[in-house]
């Protein structure tokens, strides 16, 4: 048992970094199981398809991801001042990943959804239940706020929708000009989009 | 020529409907040539490779888009409205593309963006270039509603590229979840993004 669990950690690595180098689509078996140094007959026994492992490659990528938000979101810290926590980790996170294999990678769920959900069913099933976790887990920090008069929402709900959007698209292009940088107005427009109270006149751009 | 020239057309329908059907990388050029209804050997007369057809899909797309955004942002109505009618507009896009495929496509340079930019440098500089081009014409739009007062930011570029970037976001959710509904905040979310005078209390959600 020691070796083929073993050898399914090799599969998902190997599948995590060849997904963020290259997507999905264009990905082959063989060249999953080269890259992780394993024999085809493994995969397949780990695997039942080239989609159940990409379905595993999400999990295990929210697994980590979803305790990160978790521990954040949940301190003991004023709840506006986890959220900027979370834009500072996510915006951290994106440069060591830079360093470490020279370009931004982006967010692997918003890479999969734009490559994937209109084909795999599974896969876009699998995304849309972690991003409305994302969001569920932003609300919770928004209504907080909100029960303390810093925000001015009245859907709360929609309001952690925006700013989960205003992230990601701000992440596409951090991808897109290998650029970390345009993470940084993200606080500043998450205030814009809560209304917050204590942004007084700040707006994006500021 | 006549022959040619409309097996150049066919090509590039062909490509763009598969892009965006699967994305760019699990195509190949055979697979293209046959949806397209012409030889291989057309293929390569019109495109020196795959990446030389991707650039020309995005170029067309680009050339009919720049084009809609003009009209759009350029008409005699107040700068805000302007806007306004941007985002409907392409709410009504993604909608109208819904009903004739059953699923909303997303954006196509967001899509090619997630897909290939860590993997095509010259894909990745066209699309840069478009999105800049993107930001200045929403730029032009929020430096008279600035000149106006009616908007509060302090760097238009900046606040033209978040609103460019919460757009990104919500056509990605609106793919995802193949669902227009998730553009119905986008305009609540400019103004926000603004410091829209004219949104009074106005913020996300309501």
Redesign the interface.
Known sequence: MGRTSDARVKILSAARSLIE???Y??LGVAEICKAAGVPKGSFYYFFASKEALALAVIDEHWTGQRSTWERILSGDAAPLDRLRRLFEETGAGQLAGQRSCG?V??CLF??L???????TESV?TR??EI?EAQAALVEAVVTEALERRE?????????A??V???????V??A????NTR?LD?LWT?CL????ARTAG??????
Chains 1, 2 share one sequence.
Not at 113 to 119: K, R
Not at 164 to 170: I, K, S, W
């Open positions: 180098l290259r997507g689509s264009a370009s990678s982006g918003g890479n959804t734009l490559e994937m959900s209109n084909q876009r995304l849309q991003f925000v001015t929402v009245t859907d709360t709900r929609e309001a929708r925006s989960v959007a205003q992230l990601e698209g701000q596409l292009f991808k897109l000009y290998n345009r107005s427009n814009a989009l809560l209304g006149e700040v707006t994006v751009g500021t």
